[in-house]
């Protein structure tokens, strides 16, 4: 069984989750699914990332597979809400990982960060003509508790969804 690990991210892991994110984009472009955009991340945009927000590696047996983004608060997505959630943001994993339960992992290990703090939900959005990747989150547990367009995305409107934490 691989021994899988989370720490926050930083700036050793900027080549790596760079080449995460662009591996994520491009599979997202090829699902329909444009919410990451069309070009890709830089470096520099990763370390940004890495400065201003909690972001997260995972490492199986000491590789860099994956990487996400938990936070305290997304008014962006789901408004001004009472301090009972975790937001998970920009989870991908590395081309040839998927379909290993990484992701499961993630969510788990996000809502036992949340749980910690003693709130409810984890909470996600996600393009909602993705249904494949809804379909994931559904897999996962998580339940769709509505919509919110998000105008400076075009025509991209987030599906809302959430679990129990505990």
């Not at 900027?14 to 890709?40: C, F, H, M, P, R």
């Not at 788990?108 to 249904?131: K, Y």
């Amino acid at each position: 069984m691989p021994t899988r690990t989370v720490h926050r991210a930083a700036a050793e892991h900027v080549s790596d989750l760079t080449e995460i994110l662009n591996d994520a984009v491009a599979y997202k472009l090829q699902q329909g699914d444009a919410a990451w955009g069309q070009t890709g991340w830089t470096e520099a945009g990763v370390l940004q990332t890495i400065t201003r927000s909690e972001a997260y590696v995972i490492e199986q047996d000491g590789i860099c597979v994956a990487t996400m983004s938990l936070s305290w608060q997304d008014e962006k997505y789901w408004g001004i809400q009472e301090p009972v959630a975790g937001y998970v943001h920009r989870i991908a994993v590395r081309n040839g990982c998927r379909g290993l339960g990484i992701g499961g992992f993630a969510m788990d290990w996000c809502a036992n960060q949340v749980s910690a703090r003693n709130r409810r939900f984890l909470r996600l959005d996600c393009d909602q003509r993705n249904t494949k990747l809804c379909a994931h989150y559904e897999s996962l547990g998580f339940v769709r508790v509505g919509t919110r367009p998000i105008p400076e995305l075009r025509d991209y409107v987030a599906s809302l969804y959430e679990k129990a934490a505990r």
